[in-house]
C-alpha cells in the first residue's frame, strides 16, 4: 500500500492550492478516498493520475540551466511523455531559440552563468510577452528573484525537486491554458 496523503499535503505535492484540490474532487477529476470524512489520497495513484491527465496535451518546452544532470532530467521526464523539449545551457542560445522556435513554457535556472535569470526572463518576456515562464531555483529569496518578481508574474520550481515536480508544474500549466 502506497503513501496516503491528506488534502494539504496533495495539495502540496502538486503545487496548487486546497482549493483546487477541492474543485477537482467536486468535479470527480482526481482520484481519492473518503476515510470517515476526510478525503486521502494515495501517492502511487496520484503520479499514475498525474502521468494519464498529462498524456493529451503536449507541449513544446525549452529548458534553460547550466547544470546536465537538471537538462537530462527535465528532457527525460517530459519526453518520456510525448512533449518536445529542447535545452541548452547558456541564456544566450536560450533567447536564439525563442526568437526562432514557438515554445509553449519555459523553465529557467535563476543563477547561470554570463546572464543571470532575472536578466534573461525579461528579455525573453521583452521578445514574447505572453509566453510562460517558470524560474527554477535554489535561492528563492534573493536580490535576482525580487527583481525577476519586478517584471512580471511567473512559476516557481525551488531545489532541489524531482521528476514528479517536474510532471507537476507542467500539468499545472497545461491545465491552466486548457481553460483559456
Given amino acids: 500500500m502506497s503513501e496516503l496523503m491528506t ?3 496533495v495539495a502540496t505535492y502538486l503545487r496548487v492550492t486546497k482549493k ?5 474532487l467536486r468535479q ?9 470524512h ?3 489520497f494515495e ?6 493520475w498525474l502521468h494519464r491527465s498529462s498524456v493529451g496535451a503536449k507541449a513544446n518546452i525549452l529548458v534553460i540551466d547550466d547544470e546536465e544532470m537538471i537538462r537530462l532530467l527535465f528532457k527525460e521526464t517530459l519526453e518520456e511523455l510525448g512533449h518536445r523539449v ?3 545551457e547558456t541564456g544566450f542560445k536560450g533567447l536564439e531559440l525563442v526568437k526562432e ?8 535556472d535563476l543563477k547561470i552563468p554570463r546572464m543571470v535569470g532575472d536578466d534573461l526572463f525579461g528579455r525573453i518576456k521583452a521578445i514574447k510577452p505572453r509566453l510562460p515562464v517558470t524560474i527554477i531555483t535554489g535561492y528563492p529569496d534573493s536580490g535576482m528573484m525580487k ?3 519586478a517584471q512580471g508574474p511567473f512559476g516557481v520550481m525551488n531545489k532541489p525537486f524531482n521528476e514528479s515536480d517536474i510532471v507537476a508544474a507542467v500539468n499545472n500549466f497545461l491545465h491552466i491554458t486548457q481553460k483559456r
Avoid: C, N, S
Avoid at 483546487?20 to 477537482?24: F, G, S, V
Avoid at 470527480?28 to 470517515?36: E, L, M
Avoid at 522556435?101 to 529557467?108: E, G, N, R
Fill in 7 to 9: 488534502v494539504k499535503e
Fill in 20 to 24: 483546487t484540490i477541492y474543485r477537482l
Fill in 28 to 36: 470527480g477529476k482526481i482520484p481519492a478516498t473518503k476515510v470517515g
Fill in 38 to 40: 476526510q478525503w486521502r
Fill in 43 to 48: 501517492k502511487t495513484t496520484i503520479d499514475e
Fill in 86 to 88: 529542447i535545452t541548452t
Fill in 101 to 108: 522556435k514557438d515554445f509553449d513554457l519555459v523553465f529557467i
Fill in 147 to 149: 527583481r525577476a518578481l
